[in-house]
């Protein structure tokens, strides 16, 4: 099953993540199919493809549930 999850890059204490799509069996940090956007907490500041994130959902990846309120609050979900 694909997800759209978060992927941890930056140093320690220092967290940003990538939107990816990977498949569920994965590894958090593992080789993802396709990154699609970007979450820095620290800064507050996000960016997300959503032609991409739209045709991976057509798809079928099912979002996490962080991805699904960060996706909520950017407004490219609705549910």
Do not use: C
């Not at 069996?25 to 493809?49: A, C, M, Q, T, W």
């Amino acid at each position: 099953m694909l997800k759209l999850r978060l992927k941890r890059i930056g140093r320690k204490r220092s967290p940003a993540y990538r939107l990816v799509v990977m498949e569920n069996k994965f590894r958090r940090d593992g080789k993802p199919i396709d990154e699609v956007g970007y979450y820095n907490p620290i800064l507050k500041e996000s960016h997300f493809e959503i032609e991409k994130i739209q045709k991976w959902l057509n798809y079928g990846a099912k979002p996490t549930s962080v991805v699904a309120s960060l996706l909520k609050k950017a407004e490219i979900i609705t549910n």
